[in-house]
Every structure is written in C-alpha cells, then in structure tokens.
C-alpha cells in the first residue's frame, strides 16, 4: 500500500483578486480536487487560500493559482501568490470566508 503525503499550503495571493468571483473559483477548484480549506478576502486586497489535502493535489491548486495567462478561466488578475507550507490541521469542507 502506496501511502500518500498530506499537507498544508498557505498561499497569499496578490493582484485583482477581491470582487470578481476568485474565492468562488477557487472553492470550485479545490473541491474538485478533493481539498478542504478555504479562500478569504484581506483587508490589503490579497486573498489568502489554505488548502488541506495530497501534497499531488495542493500543487495542482498551486499551479492553477500561479497559471499565466490562465487557461482554467479564472476570473481577476494574478500578479503573484506567495505559498507556504506547514502540517495539516485536519480542516473539512472548502468555505469562502
């Protein structure tokens, strides 16, 4: 039995991110992914994105959120997202905060 590796990714993204259905898209796509977390608005215009789950999964979300342009339709602009990683906390669901 192949045992996979989980993670925590904190990832603070920067650009036109706030007002344009991003959280929404990206509680889309982690889910889809199998993630949980969520995606909230901060009072400097950034969007902070925790995601729980296979370290195989968190980098496809990862890669989603960096992709330029984007082909996955994302909605707003994405000038930079700043990852960081640390151990799961065991969080359920993906919410929009």
Not at 51 to 59: L, S
């Amino acid at each position: 039995m192949v045992r996979m590796s989980t993670t925590r990714m904190t990832a603070f993204v920067t650009g036109h991110v706030q007002g344009v259905g991003f959280r929404w898209w990206t509680r889309s796509r982690a889910l889809e992914l199998g993630l949980a977390g969520y995606a909230k608005n901060l009072s400097d215009g950034r969007v902070e994105v925790v995601a729980e789950g296979e370290q195989v999964d968190v980098d496809k979300l990862l890669a989603l959120l960096e992709e330029q342009p984007s082909t996955a339709k994302r909605p707003g602009e994405v000038r930079a997202v700043v990852p960081q990683y640390s151990e799961p906390r065991g969080a359920a669901g993906f919410e929009e905060r």
